[in-house]
């Protein structure tokens, strides 16, 4: 922070006020420079005998207010044409000015030597402010005493530097870092009084934080911590802290739903056409021409009476007859609602958009109708149509990908064909589905639909010693006797040699019939009442 001195220099060197000082002063200095003694009487006599010209003054004791009295003989300011001198007592301060060749000499003002709380050096000063507050002299010189040397007039003391964020009558405030920042665009603020435009470059600036960023939505990340809504706010800062301390980040809206705080998740509409789940639809026109008429389809649901209302109010135009679901249609969606539901539960896009080939091709593959008819192309072919001939292995495949039925059966779905345990392609698979081996599925397929139902790596990485232990395990098949897997010792391979055992803790515990039989399937043999073990 800068000295006393180079903060007050520029704003009191030409004041009135340090130029006289009332006669209780005064007097009060002359008593004080009577007693003294020799040493200051022969160090004022040095420096009257060098000086070529003068101004008469007294000291009072304190070496920023200079004071005339007429008579004194002892004088501790003088001005000369190359230097001024002044001597005090109080505080052997020197101060030297140089003029240029004007004939007024500049006098350079200290503050006084008893502007700190706690500490008084001047005992003019100290029985100046006293004689208003005796208080300052009888127990502690206080920050109130600081500030009646200036008021009373019994010396001078700069202005304290206050808060950045609060206006101060002098140069500065309390935190350097904010202070340096706004005072290299603003020198005033450092040299002048720190008014109110330096408080508001504080911000402008980013030198620092004074007024809080107002709050913003719940479901909306802001800069400042918290939320509108106090209920959510609430409720989300007693997971996180630091959503109300800091900022309402994404994380904080995303602790909204997660949290069970309140909903800003909100749910696609669905078509204007079709019944929807909540309020409203889709299409803004459509919507906002409806709701107008009818606010409950906005508010409350979009529900058959809105759908009619689509055309009733001259809205839009709504396919009145919803087409078969096994061929393609002029609006989303088909007549079978069941199937409807199900298709676009897979692909939505049948029943936003329209109700296309793709849409009817997928009612047999995913079990959700018979349309009597099937893929022109061979499940082992890849081809431009979607689905395959062999409507078990479609089905099968497009369970898992559903662009094989809604899209082209490709060579990617050529692959799953094997891959998922839908079927084979170019003969039997070589690998016995009761021997591990590095290719996924096995030579039965039906043993490996059922394996790979529950374990898909089985058939989408390798056939390894998990999936030979599930064949028997899941039910799918044997492979010729028991294994020498005691239930009641633990071991690498999954399940155990008792089959009823197995099922029984399995039920409980799928991991010793995906992994391994260890310790804790060991114990649940008898913890959950499948057997006994010795």
Known sequence: MRSLTSLTLALVASSPLFFACSDDVAESTDTLSASDGSSDSEATAASTSTSTSTNPGTSTGDPTVPTTTAGSTTETTETTTTSTSTTTSSTTETTETTSTGSSEGTTAVQPSACCEPTLCSDPAIEACVCTAAPSCCERQWTGECVALVTELGCGWCPPPEGPCCEVGAGPGCTDDAVESCVCAQLPDCCSGAWGPECVAAIDALACGTCQEPPKGECCEAHRSGGCLDLGVESCVCNVAPECCDDAWTEACVALVDQAGCGMCEVEETGPCCMVGDGPGCSEPDIETCVCAQDPFCCSQQWDASCVEKVELFGCG??????????????????????????????????????????CAALVEPLGCGMCGNQGEGACCEPHDTPSCEDATVAECVCAQDPFCCAGTWDEACVGEVESLGCGTCGGPVEAACCEPHATPSCDDAAVAECVCAQNDQCCTTAWDEQCVAQVEALGCGTCGGPRETDCCELHDAPTCDDAAITECVCAQDPFCCMVSWDGVCVAEVETLGCGMCE
């Not at 989303?332 to 939505?348: K, N, R, T, Y």
């Not at 896009?349 to 329209?354: E, T, Y």
């Open 317 to 358: 135009v709504c396919q009145v007859e919803l087409g078969d679901c096994c061929l393609p249609g002029e609006g989303p969606g088909c007549i079978d609602l069941a199937v409807q539901a199900c298709v676009c539960g897979v692909a939505p896009s049948c029943c936003q958009d329209q109700w296309t080939d793709a």
